[in-house]
């Protein structure tokens, strides 16, 4: 055996770069997949985390099967055979009988003759299994090169490099995603570096992966109808057919519509309707605004407005670059082109908290997303900007004589009920309401001192039906931001789905191998390897989750939590192999990192300098996941068998995935104190087992 303080030792150059690059790859698709498969199924946008749990178990069967026969055929066939079920599904309209999942599902882009199926989960079920396939080859290849390591070097430099490739693969798709590249690069780019990987196949098999590579990126080519692919959306921009206005699709759906909201402007009916509705809550100001603020601006039919009503500065927030830069070049009235007009590309959220400015007059425009705040979250993109933190940090931005308009298009009585609670909690009245349906929305509400001139007795006419309704549900919280959940608890529609994944997953397990349903049934499970899975899991998720309200909800915040996570984990092994911290030590700053992180009040992930950021930063990622990570090194390292016990831990994420769905009936926080328990219970077995490796077969599976 080599030395095992040796990064690389003689003879494993080739298995660490192959190792690095197959890693790489199961990253970059990872992530291809979760942005590509919902410009197809729509569906799919409100559920990355489900294809993030897909790879977790696809990778964790692949390594339980490794030392048998190579199913590396499987990838490239499997990758193709997912890209066919993806477009063949995207030409059917698939519905949502249940209301208690609120999902926007328009279907813009098929025609009226498509089919139609009654029901979401089952385009949701037959991806999960489809995507699972894709990564069951590299899985399988990823424990074969970590057992290697195990056998002539040390676990934890496999480990590294693994690690390192997976880094990589982030960063890389970062830079993909930055550069505006299409989705035929998007997955152009792993089946590239797998062909390369597998340079060593015989001819016959590395011209066959080659040309089911190009049969899969023909199709990706000729499915993609998007304009531009922003880093949340696959957008389609298309003219009214009078050319009055531009209908934006995201992902297939309506989600915008510009069109000319000028006063003097001659519109068909149906649009003049919808710009009085836009107009019609700046009759109630006691003075027009001089400097306003609108976050959610989109296209830009809100800046328009008030540029209309005479507004001297305006600062627009928009998350989305891509769908800021069709407003630049296409809305009718170029808003963005005035001088008195400052757009930020930034989360509105975000840019509330950390703005000084006080404004006249603040818009929220109609922001429901379509898609999730991350690939590890239940949370969507929008989430955050509906509770009553956010609303309160909007009236702590308005001048003495202030107001706020918060348009919505509202379809379920609690979420109008919820939105008017969270208006009267944070202004200490009762909104005025407009509910006239608009056309693009249905509800304006308007609250703040610039709405109190000549009003009391409507407003307190309003204000006693309004407390009656917002009374009767619960008001979104950073700890709980669900405006769309119809109440705190896992629906119908959730647990269907959570039990169909699990079922999924125990028959992968089972189907794995002979050996697998052996040691199943002699109950020599890694379940230490699997708890600190299930427990990593949901420390990732907490720490995403937090990182993106601390730093604003953005994609590129996003990117660079997962690459500092990575980057945490490779240093923690590292070190691990070069100086080992005790287990006991790791245990007990594991423990101590997450009961801080815990305690934390909320307010703590709203500081507004760059200081107090990192500070808290430290406390709810650095910490806990370094020393989650020093722990796992410590017992992966002790493993006989490298591939059953990364296996293993994969499978324990797919668990801690599932669970992650409890944030819905415990709020975000909690998952700390489920990690917590899972953690504790990993530093039982060790003490069990005497402080020793539990050591299962050593026969591969």
Same mark, same amino acid.
């Given at each position: 055996?080599?030395?095992?303080?040796?990064?690389?030792?003689?003879?494993?150059?080739?298995?660490?770069?192959?190792?690095?690059?197959?890693?790489?790859?199961?990253?970059?698709?990872?992530?291809?997949?979760?942005?590509?498969?919902?410009?197809?199924?729509?569906?799919?946008?409100?559920?990355?985390?489900?294809?993030?749990?897909?790879?977790?178990?696809?990778?964790?069967?692949?390594?339980?099967?490794?030392?048998?026969?190579?199913?590396?055929?499987?990838?490239?066939?499997?990758?193709?055979?997912?890209?066919?079920?993806?477009?063949?599904?995207?030409?059917?309209?698939?519905?949502?009988?249940?209301?208690?999942?609120?999902?926007?599902?328009?279907?813009?882009?098929?025609?009226?003759?498509?089919?139609?199926?009654?029901?979401?989960?089952?385009?949701?079920?037959?991806?999960?299994?489809?995507?699972?396939?894709?990564?069951?080859?590299?899985?399988?290849?990823?424990?074969?090169?970590?057992?290697?390591?195990?056998?002539?070097?040390?676990?934890?430099?496999?480990?590294?490099?693994?690690?390192?490739?997976?880094?990589?693969?982030?960063?890389?798709?970062?830079?993909?995603?930055?550069?505006?590249?299409?989705?035929?690069?998007?997955?152009?780019?792993?089946?590239?570096?797998?062909?390369?990987?597998?340079?060593?196949?015989?001819?016959?098999?590395?011209?066959?992966?080659?040309?089911?590579?190009?049969?899969?990126?023909?199709?990706?080519?000729?499915?993609?109808?998007?304009?531009?692919?922003?880093?949340?959306?696959?957008?389609?921009?298309?003219?009214?057919?009078?050319?009055?206005?531009?209908?934006?699709?995201?992902?297939?759906?309506?989600?915008?519509?510009?069109?000319?909201?000028?006063?003097?402007?001659?519109?068909?009916?149906?649009?003049?309707?919808?710009?009085?509705?836009?107009?019609?809550?700046?009759?109630?100001?006691?003075?027009?605004?001089?400097?306003?603020?609108?976050?959610?601006?989109?296209?830009?039919?809100?800046?328009?407005?008030?540029?209309?009503?005479?507004?001297?500065?305006?600062?627009?927030?928009?998350?989305?670059?891509?769908?800021?830069?069709?407003?630049?070049?296409?809305?009718?009235?170029?808003?963005?082109?005035?001088?008195?007009?400052?757009?930020?590309?930034?989360?509105?959220?975000?840019?509330?908290?950390?703005?000084?400015?006080?404004?006249?007059?603040?818009?929220?425009?109609?922001?429901?997303?379509?898609?999730?705040?991350?690939?590890?979250?239940?949370?969507?993109?929008?989430?955050?900007?509906?509770?009553?933190?956010?609303?309160?940090?909007?009236?702590?931005?308005?001048?003495?004589?202030?107001?706020?308009?918060?348009?919505?298009?509202?379809?379920?009585?609690?979420?109008?009920?919820?939105?008017?609670?969270?208006?009267?909690?944070?202004?200490?009245?009762?909104?005025?309401?407009?509910?006239?349906?608009?056309?693009?929305?249905?509800?304006?509400?308007?609250?703040?001192?610039?709405?109190?001139?000549?009003?009391?007795?409507?407003?307190?006419?309003?204000?006693?039906?309004?407390?009656?309704?917002?009374?009767?549900?619960?008001?979104?919280?950073?700890?709980?931001?669900?405006?769309?959940?119809?109440?705190?608890?896992?629906?119908?529609?959730?647990?269907?789905?959570?039990?169909?994944?699990?079922?999924?997953?125990?028959?992968?397990?089972?189907?794995?191998?002979?050996?697998?349903?052996?040691?199943?049934?002699?109950?020599?499970?890694?379940?230490?390897?699997?708890?600190?899975?299930?427990?990593?899991?949901?420390?990732?998720?907490?720490?995403?989750?937090?990182?993106?309200?601390?730093?604003?909800?953005?994609?590129?915040?996003?990117?660079?939590?997962?690459?500092?996570? &990575? =980057? +945490?984990? #490779? /240093? *923690?092994?590292? $070190?691990?192999? %070069?100086?080992? !911290?005790?287990? @006991?030590?790791?245990?007990?700053?594991?423990?101590?990192?997450?009961?801080?992180?815990?305690?934390?009040?909320?307010?703590?992930?709203?500081?507004?300098?760059?200081?107090?950021?990192?500070?808290?930063?430290?406390?709810?990622?650095?910490?806990?996941?370094?020393?989650?990570?020093?722990?796992?090194?410590?017992?992966?390292?002790?493993?006989?068998?490298?591939?059953?016990?990364?296996?293993?831990?994969?499978?324990?994420?797919?668990?801690?995935?599932?669970?992650?769905?409890?944030?819905?009936?415990?709020?975000?926080?909690?998952? &700390? =104190? +489920?990690? #917590? /328990? *899972?953690?504790? $219970?990993?530093? %039982?077995?060790? !003490?069990?087992? @005497?402080?020793?490796?539990?050591?299962?077969?050593?026969?591969?599976?």
């Amino acid at each position: 055996m080599s030395d095992p303080a040796t990064p690389v030792a003689p003879g494993l150059r080739r298995t660490a770069l192959e190792l690095f690059a197959i890693s790489f790859v199961v990253l970059f698709q990872e992530l291809a997949l979760i942005r590509w498969l919902p410009g197809q199924v729509r569906v799919l946008a409100y559920f990355p985390n489900l294809i993030l749990l897909s790879a977790f178990l696809g990778l964790g069967l692949g390594c339980l099967r490794a030392g048998r026969r190579s199913l590396m055929w499987l990838w490239p066939t499997s990758l193709l055979v997912t890209v066919l079920a993806a477009v063949g599904l995207g030409q059917v309209v698939f519905t949502q009988g249940s209301a208690s999942e609120h999902l926007y599902l328009l279907y813009y882009d098929l025609p009226r003759d498509a089919p139609v199926v009654g029901d979401v989960k089952a385009p949701i079920l037959v991806l999960f299994v489809l995507s699972t396939l894709t990564f069951v080859p590299l899985g399988q290849a990823v424990a074969e090169r970590l057992q290697t390591f195990r056998d002539r070097s040390s676990p934890l430099w496999g480990y590294a490099w693994d690690i390192a490739g997976s880094l990589a693969g982030v960063g890389a798709f970062a830079l993909v995603g930055f550069s505006g590249l299409r989705p035929v690069a998007w997955l152009g780019v792993p089946l590239v570096v797998g062909l390369l990987v597998l340079s060593r196949s015989g001819r016959g098999r590395l011209a066959a992966h080659a040309a089911l590579a190009l049969v899969t990126l023909a199709l990706v080519a000729r499915s993609d109808r998007a304009d531009v692919h922003s880093p949340y959306y696959a957008l389609e921009a298309r003219p009214r057919s009078d050319q009055m206005g531009l209908a934006v699709l995201a992902n297939g759906s309506l989600h915008q519509f510009a069109f000319t909201v000028r006063r003097d402007a001659v519109l068909p009916p149906e649009l003049a309707l919808t710009r009085d509705g836009y107009h019609q809550p700046y009759r109630r100001l006691a003075r027009p605004p001089k400097r306003a603020l609108v976050v959610g601006a989109g296209t830009g039919n809100d800046v328009s407005v008030l540029l209309d009503e005479g507004a001297e500065q305006v600062d627009a927030v928009e998350i989305d670059p891509a769908i800021l830069a069709l407003g630049r070049a296409r809305h009718p009235d170029r808003p963005y082109a005035s001088p008195r007009v400052r757009a930020h590309n930034t989360d509105a959220r975000s840019f509330l908290q950390g703005s000084h400015e006080q404004y006249d007059l603040i818009v929220f425009g109609t922001l429901d997303s379509m898609t999730r705040l991350s690939a590890l979250s239940t949370v969507r993109l929008d989430n955050f900007v509906y509770t009553l933190e956010c609303l309160r940090a909007a009236r702590a931005r308005l001048s003495p004589e202030g107001g706020l308009l918060l348009y919505f298009m509202v379809s379920a009585d609690y979420i109008d009920a919820r939105l008017l609670g969270l208006v009267t909690e944070a202004f200490g009245q009762a909104p005025l309401v407009d509910s006239v349906d608009h056309g693009l929305f249905n509800r304006v509400l308007m609250a703040g001192p610039a709405f109190e001139h000549g009003r009391g007795a409507e407003r307190r006419a309003q204000a006693e039906e309004t407390l009656r309704l917002a009374r009767a549900w619960e008001i979104p919280r950073d700890d709980w931001p669900y405006l769309y959940l119809r109440a705190r608890g896992l629906s119908p529609f959730y647990l269907a789905i959570g039990a169909g994944i699990a079922l999924l997953a125990a028959l992968g397990v089972f189907a794995a191998s002979p050996d697998m349903r052996r040691s199943l049934r002699a109950g020599t499970v890694d379940l230490e390897m699997l708890l600190f899975g299930l427990g990593f899991l949901l420390l990732e998720t907490r720490a995403v989750t937090a990182m993106n309200l601390l730093w604003g909800a953005t994609w590129l915040t996003s990117a660079v939590v997962f690459g500092s996570i &990575l =980057l +945490v984990v #490779l /240093v *923690a092994t590292v $070190a691990t192999e %070069l100086r080992p !911290l005790p287990y @006991g030590a790791g245990m007990a700053g594991l423990v101590v990192s997450l009961l801080a992180a815990y305690a934390a009040p909320g307010s703590s992930l709203l500081q507004p300098g760059l200081a107090g950021k990192l500070t808290v930063s430290l406390l709810f990622a650095g910490g806990p996941v370094l020393f989650a990570s020093v722990c796992f090194a410590l017992r992966f390292r002790a493993r006989e068998d490298a591939r059953a016990a990364f296996g293993w831990n994969l499978l324990g994420a797919v668990a801690g995935g599932l669970l992650e769905m409890a944030a819905m009936v415990t709020g975000l926080r909690a998952l &700390l =104190l +489920v990690a #917590l /328990v *899972a953690y504790l $219970a990993a530093a %039982l077995l060790w !003490l069990r087992n @005497g402080g020793r490796a539990v050591r299962p077969p050593a026969r591969g599976c």
